[in-house]
T-cell receptor
Framework: QKEVEQDPGPLSVPEGAIVSLNCTYS??????FMWYRQYSRKGPELLMY????GNKEDGRFTAQVDKSSKYISLFIRDSQPSDSATYLC???????????????FGQGTTLQVKP | NAGVTQTPKFRVLKTGQSMTLLCAQD?????MYWYRQDPGMGLRLIHY???????AKGEVPDGYNVSRLKKQNFLLGLESAAPSQTSVYFC???????????????FGPGTRLLVL
């Protein structure tokens, strides 16, 4: 079983839709949770960062972490064609653990927003 | 700032050939990483470095070697390429390690490698 599970999709939605992307994980030591966005033939870029549980909002994007369920989500409101990309969740354990500095990535979900 | 750059962008190798991928960063970051990305597998860590002159194994290190002789450069070597090493390789760097926001990893544009 992988430490981080993410549905690869693809996910296709009409412009303006609300998009929900999710990851589950098994390692309770994970404290830092990130979402990276990767456009085709480009490197991943950090989109959202969350520490521990709770919500974080940045414009049209909201990241949620539920550590009790080991479940994280990324919501995109009013989705745009420019949001079409692969979204990767990533997680890291607390400083001082054996996984310090290492990110564990989900498979990535490919999203297409149709005009 | 160029950020993280990778050389070459694309390469075709025959089985058994060797090559070196170069990663350079101009952000004075301490940590550097090499990942491979395969369909359905996400990004997997090959090797990483916590500072000049230091390297460590990641999740999938077999068949690869690395060197960090200068802080700004991180080299990934394939001594005898195999078809299973066909992949997209990404280099990343971070100011520090540990997972916190200041330890955000910045990625290069990738190197596409095809081993025949």
């Amino acid at each position: 079983q992988k430490e981080v599970e993410q549905d690869p999709g693809p996910l296709s939605v009409p412009e303006g839709a609300i998009v929900s992307l999710n990851c589950t994980y098994s390692n309770s030591a994970f404290q830092y949770f990130m979402w990276y966005r990767q456009y085709s033939r480009k490197g991943p870029e950090l989109l959202m960062y969350t520490y521990s549980s709770g919500n974080k909002e940045d414009g049209r994007f909201t990241a949620q972490v539920d550590k009790s369920s080991k479940y994280i989500s990324l919501f995109i409101r009013d989705s745009q064609p420019s949001d079409s990309a692969t979204y990767l969740c990533a997680m890291s354990a607390a400083f001082g653990s054996s996984n310090t500095g290492k990110l564990i990535f989900g498979q990535g979900t490919t999203l297409q927003v149709k005009p | 700032n160029a950020g993280v750059t990778q050389t070459p962008k694309f390469r075709v190798l025959k089985t058994g050939q060797s090559m070196t991928l170069l990663c350079a960063q101009d952000m004075n970051h301490e940590y550097m990483y090499w990942y491979r990305q395969d369909p359905g597998m996400g990004l997997r860590l090959i090797h990483y470095s916590v500072g000049e002159g230091t390297t460590a194994k990641g999740e999938v290190p077999d068949g690869y070697n690395v060197s960090r002789l200068k802080k700004q450069n991180f080299l990934l070597g394939l001594e005898s390429a195999a078809p299973s090493q066909t992949s997209v390789y990404f280099c990343a760097s971070s100011l520090l390690g540990g997972g916190g926001y200041q330890e955000t990893q910045y990625f290069g544009p990738g190197t596409r490698l095809l081993v025949l």
